[in-house]
């Protein structure tokens, strides 16, 4: 989103001890501090975790001891989480390998250094100081033949790597076609290349989705037809020179799926299942994917996709119409009961007997068959527990969001509710000196509803019976360190740290500014009240004028 969240607080604000701060902030209407509520002050002492490490290990760490991992995708928000998990909770493994591109000017050392700058490792960092040492960045990019990798980093990760998690991916909706089959489709053919020179491999995991099939109303835990061959797909994008021609063809070899995401993930599932024969392959497919529900800590997440985008948009005074049906049910998962459950679904994989004939087991990780929630009781319980306990400092209006279903009142609505107040409150920062910046806010919000207008109208029969029986199978002690039920997850505890956590970790509001947003909150909320008694005002004016029109 383009709103500059992160710009320096609007109010001068006296530093106070955190003591103090949250002696102020925790009062009678909001009791709880929160960093409590989200777990930050509830880490385990190092000591004590190095005694319970000499006790026997579960079933799943018990897989992972000595075991060197490699992962794709590790910068992104579920390969993050990942790390941290392995780990935190199998702290045994050997090495982690992760596969990393030079990017912006930093190289593959720099960038894995950023990455453990995030808060979320900070839980890590305090209960396993030393895990640093056993995380190394191979340089590479899975769009690239070979992966990009040097030839001594393949035979590298040939001769040592026993378990490989593939979630790297481009997530763009609009994605130009050669990129999304180079990222999506070429770069899991060549992991699966890596995959079959690895000598000791216990276990593969393509990270999919449960939206690669979305043209079937009905999605089980088995393979589709793809949409046409994936080699001749490859074939014609890798063999045309004009990316404009390309672009102009690719509604056309799309035609059913949304976007080229969902397409080129159909495209590489298919791959998956006809050129990972005789390999210990999985396939796991999460929906959409939010915030964490219970750890390393309460509420992280460190982006702003889908409705965990919609929250801060709304809760930031900027979102106010969405085109989506709040009665149909939408499929969200946590990331850390997401990365549980694929941490459990390698070691599932590992187990499974594996011949010429055999397909890869497929996990449909999702929420909608065993705990379901639509999109209006998820706002709903969102705004009571999270929005005006936890409001942001930089808030420019109070909350208030009308979302509907009809596209025509949508279209209204966003010209009523954000074009002309865009370019209104536009021209006054140009008139005052000010940054310009809600026209082009809403110009990308515009684009980014149609790209999930499919989604947000339609929903979907999922079976998660791999998943399930996955869950059933597991020891008692695994179940309690890789917690992944969706049935017993509660949406209610969810929503009660949701709220802090976006302050917190994605829109990181400094603690000491809750007292004031909570005042600037209040004052949002009065001129809210008063602006609309004062278009109320007007309209019945209109009214009474035009009926006096009529009669004269």
Known sequence: MALDLHRKNEFKISRKSQDEILKE??????????????????FDDPMILEETDKL??????EFYKDASIFITGGTGFMG???????????????????LIRNKKGKNVNERIDAIFEDRLFKRLKHERPKFYHKISAIAGDVSLPGLGISSSDRKKLAENVNIVFHAAATIRFDEHIRTAININVLGTREII????????????????????????????????G?????????????????????????????????????????????????????????????????????EPVRGWIDNVYGPIGMIVGVGAGVLHTHHCDVDKVVDLVPVDLVVNALICSAYKVSQSITTSESTPPIFNYVSSKQNPINLGKFFEIIKKYGLPNWPTINAIWYYSFIPTNNPYIYSLLFLLLHTIPGYFLDFLCL?????????????????????????????????DKNTSALWNGMSEADKKIFFFDIKEMSWDYYARACGIGLRLYLVKDDIHTIKNARTKWEKLRKAHLLLKTVVAIIFLRVCWFIINMCFN
Not at 56 to 61: A, F, H, I, W, Y
């Open 193 to 224: 290349s890596l995959a079959k020179e690895m000598t000791n491999l216990k276990a593969c995991m393509y990270v999919s989705t449960a939206y690669a099939n979305c043209v079937y109303s009905k999605i089980e835990e088995k393979f589709y």
């Open 80 to 98: 993050k989480m990942l790390i941290e998990k392995l780990s935190r909770s199998c702290p045994h493994y050997k090495h982690i390998y992760l």
């Open 431 to 463: 008139m005052t000196g000010k940054k310009q910046m809600l026209t082009n806010i809403y110009k990308k919000m515009k684009k980014a509803n149609t790209a999930l207008v499919f989604f947000a109208n339609n929903q979907w029969d999922f079976i």
């Open 226 to 294: 793809a949409p046409y061959d994936y080699n001749g797909v490859i074939s014609l994008v890798t063999s045309a020179n004009d990316d404009k021609k390309l672009e102009n063809i690719t509604p056309s070899l799309t035609a059913g799926w949304p976007n080229t995401y969902t397409f080129t993930k159909a495209l590489a599932e298919d791959l998956a299942k006809h050129e990972s024969i005789g390999l210990p392959f999985g396939i796991f497919r999460p929906s959409v994917v939010i915030s964490t529900y219970n």
């Open 25 to 42: 902030i925790i009062t009678d209407e909001f009791p709880l501090n929160p960093l409590e509520l989200v777990g930050e002050t509830s």
């Open 56 to 61: 026997p290990r579960s079933d799943v760490q």
